[in-house]
């Protein structure tokens, strides 16, 4: 398939509109169940015959559909019948966080095929940095097994600040002369498509998550920070320019704390594993005793093993985590009243805490939210664990040539 990709993701050419074409009549073949004739064809894309006619040419050519049969008609023309041979598409999917990059291949039911994760990672505005993300890209997609030919594109879900329709990323490799998106497309001769990380957290939710059949929801991702993705009337929103459900940057915090952002009482400040690492280690040093194993070199504990000794029944991870439910819940009862959302999904790493998160956020909620936006409204743990974000990634590829919908 790459052969008909050649052409940049920035520049929609007539080679993008015909590759859409395409991706249509493989569409509307599979909907069919058996196989269609060029005329169809025509009538359902509304394009010329000869239009039809290249088109179809091409995709046998390329090894895509094969003639079945004839079709029988009144006046002794008879059309050939085209069907589908044996092909899966695969998306090439991305996700940079702060302290980790994962690179996959996802198939349109976005089911992660090959993955691999490099923990080691910590994710600098540079472009040595830069290099080293295409470097592992490269070297994943080698490794994957899938042949090129099938790869539709490359969906990369990065923190920070994105504009998707245009594909900059903002918070970080801003130093480019182009948007990221687009120098990635030319760097590794694919369309990319990206947006925030969160919010493709969230459209892997809305896809093949919780949030399926729902049409007003809000999507927490909270893992080192803490994100948001919006559901309104069955949509994620991305907002004016893809900068919607900064809900870490809503001022529901302390009021004492600088964020990253430069304010001062930012939730994503005291909800989150920043914030954990933080007040653990605040505690520990006030005296408090704990089971897990304190640093000698003054470093802090990760927070995923504060997690874990929560889970274990630690009591100053179990009472930390609580109070930061508690907070969530406060803030979350706010969107409540905004939104009134039928049902709030809690993703990323704090998802396993399900049973000591459950009743803090309620009871925080439920300080703040109005009676009746909160009778209404349920709230779930993501099931789709680490690769949640990559899967989300891969459907922005699906997505944009209409091979899946929100
Ligand atoms: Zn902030």
Known sequence: MKAIFKSNFSEITNETRLMQQKLRIIQVISQNGYGVTVPDICKELKISAPTGIKLVNELQSEGFLSVVGKKETLNGRKPAIYALKNVNFYALSVEILLKRITVGVIDSKLNTVYYRQKTDFVLENTPECLQDVEAFIIECLGNSGVGEESILGMGLGITGRVINETGDSLTFFNFLDQPLGEYLSRTL??????????????????????????????????????????????????????????????????????????????????????????????????????????????????????????????????????????????????????????????????????????????????????????????????????????????????????????
Do not use: W
Request: charge should be negative.
């Open 189 to 406: 001769d694919i369309p990319v498509f990206l947006n925030n990380d969160t919010r493709c957290f969230g459209m892997a939710e809305k896809i093949i998550g919780k949030a399926k059949d729902v049409n007003h929801a809000i999507i927490i991702n909270l893992s080192r920070g803490l994100g948001t993705s919006l559901i309104i009337d069955n949509k994620i929103v991305n907002g004016g320019m893809g900068f919607a459900g900064e809900m870490g940057h809503m001022q529901f915090g302390n009021k004492e704390k600088i964020c990253l952002c430069g304010k001062k009482g930012c939730l994503g400040n005291d909800v989150g594993g920043y914030s954990l690492e933080e007040s653990f280690m605040d505690r520990v040093y006030e005296g408090e005793k704990t089971m897990v194993e304190i640093p000698e070199d003054g470093s802090s504990v990760r927070y995923d093993e504060i997690l874990m000794a929560a889970l274990k029944g630690d009591d100053l991870s179990i009472k930390l985590i609580q109070e930061m439910g508690y907070r969530l819940g406060h803030a979350l009862g706010n969107i409540l009243n905004l939104l009134n959302p039928e049902l709030i999904i809690i993703g990323g790493k704090f998802a396993k805490l399900k049973t000591l998160l459950l009743d803090p956020v309620k009871t925080g909620m439920s300080g703040s939210a109005l009676v009746n936006p909160l009778q209404n409204c349920n709230i779930e743990f993501s099931e789709l664990g680490d690769l949640g974000g990559l899967k989300g990634a891969g459907a922005l590829v699906f997505e944009y040539f209409e091979l899946i919908k929100q």
